[in-house]
C-alpha cells in the first residue's frame, strides 16, 4: 500500500480514535464521579485524556512505514 493512501486511512482513522475515546471517557465520567470531586477525578481525566496517546502512537507508526519498492 502506497503511503499516501495509508496516511489518508490513518487520518480518518485517527479522527474516528479521538472521537470516539472522548465520547467513552465522557460517558464513563458521567457514571462513575456523579458525585465525587477530587482526586480519583483528576486521575481518571489525567489517564483518559493521555490513554488514547499509545494507539495513535501505533497508527502514526503504520502511516509513516516507507512503501515497499516495486
Known sequence: MRMRIRKL???V???MLVTAWALIA???A???FTSTN???AI???VAAGLGWVLPAMGLI???SRPDTGR
Open 61 to 63: 507508526w503504520w502511516m
Open 30 to 32: 458521567q457514571v462513575i
Open 38 to 40: 477530587g482526586l480519583p
Open 13 to 15: 482513522l485517527l479522527l
Open 9 to 11: 486511512i490513518g487520518a
Open 26 to 28: 465522557m460517558a464513563l
Open 43 to 45: 486521575l481518571f481525566y
